[in-house]
């Protein structure tokens, strides 16, 4: 097993864990830790977002199944992100682009990190109407984003839902999940689609065990009560460093 494989694989499981317990895939750190062990670059987004579907899946069938999810506040996002990730996957962009992209997306990470649950409420009940109106836009906006870096764009829709005040905590991650796996999946096609080839087998057997292990574990524990806000905010300083320094490679 090559020596970055070895590496990379407790550093998936800890990062599936981690993300997976607020409901996100984990997939702008996959990308980052990727990038830090020189993995082909052309096979980065879609190893991130094979680990991402792998470690959502779960976590969104346990956010449902503890009744977290609601359609009326999803949805309308996710209408119009997945054919904007489907081509945001399908566009070229350059090394130096694609790290700054994930360096702000590493950024929106380590907010949501800091975020604790009580952030997080909800104003009341919220119509049609105003759940499109603000919906549809930001949805193509992630989406496209979400694409073009290779992740799921739920580290955007958490913060969000938490600023607009529609949902609780667990009901955020909820959202958060559904609209990383079917941003995911548009995503994948379209970064398939772009080169025509899957990542090699060495790179997405191992570290996608590696994911799908912590990820389960961390949406288990998610779906609960659990104290996590301190592994959070560690985890966030930890974020923060790794994206200042994608930032100035970048910039440079």
């Excluded at 503890?66 to 990730?85: C, D, N, Q, R």
């Excluded at 193509?140 to 609780?168: E, K, N, Q, R, Y």
């Amino acid at each position: 097993m090559p020596d970055p494989i070895f590496y990379l694989m407790p550093l998936f499981f800890l990062t599936a864990l981690i993300y997976s317990t607020v409901g996100l895939g984990g997939g702008s750190t996959y990308l980052a830790l990727l990038v830090l062990f020189s993995i082909p670059y052309q096979a980065i987004p879609k190893i991130g977002l094979i680990c991402n579907l792998i470690v959502v899946t779960g976590g969104c069938f346990f956010y449902i199944k503890e009744g977290h999810f609601s359609f009326k506040k999803t949805v309308p996002f996710v209408l119009t992100s997945i054919p904007f990730a489907y081509l945001g996957g399908r566009i070229p962009i350059q090394k130096e682009f694609f790290q700054l992209l994930l360096g702000f997306s590493l950024l929106a990470a380590a907010v949501r990190m800091l975020l604790a649950e009580k952030a997080y409420s909800a104003s009341g009940s919220i119509g049609w109407k105003k759940s499109l109106l603000i919906g549809l836009p930001i949805g193509a906006l992630l989406g496209l984003l979400s694409g073009l870096v290779g992740i799921g764009g739920g580290i955007f829709l958490s913060p969000l839902l938490c600023l607009l005040h529609w949902t609780d905590a667990k009901g955020a991650a909820a959202s958060a999940s559904f609209f990383i796996l079917v941003n995911s999946l548009a995503g994948l096609s379209g970064q398939i689609m772009k080169s025509g080839v899957l990542p090699e087998m060495i790179f997405i057997i191992p570290l996608g065990v590696a994911a799908l292990l912590g990820g389960q574990i961390g949406s288990r524990l998610g779906s609960r009560e659990i104290p996590k806000l301190a592994v959070q905010r560690i985890t966030s300083i930890l974020i923060f460093f790794v994206a200042g320094r994608l930032l100035w490679n970048g910039f440079l």
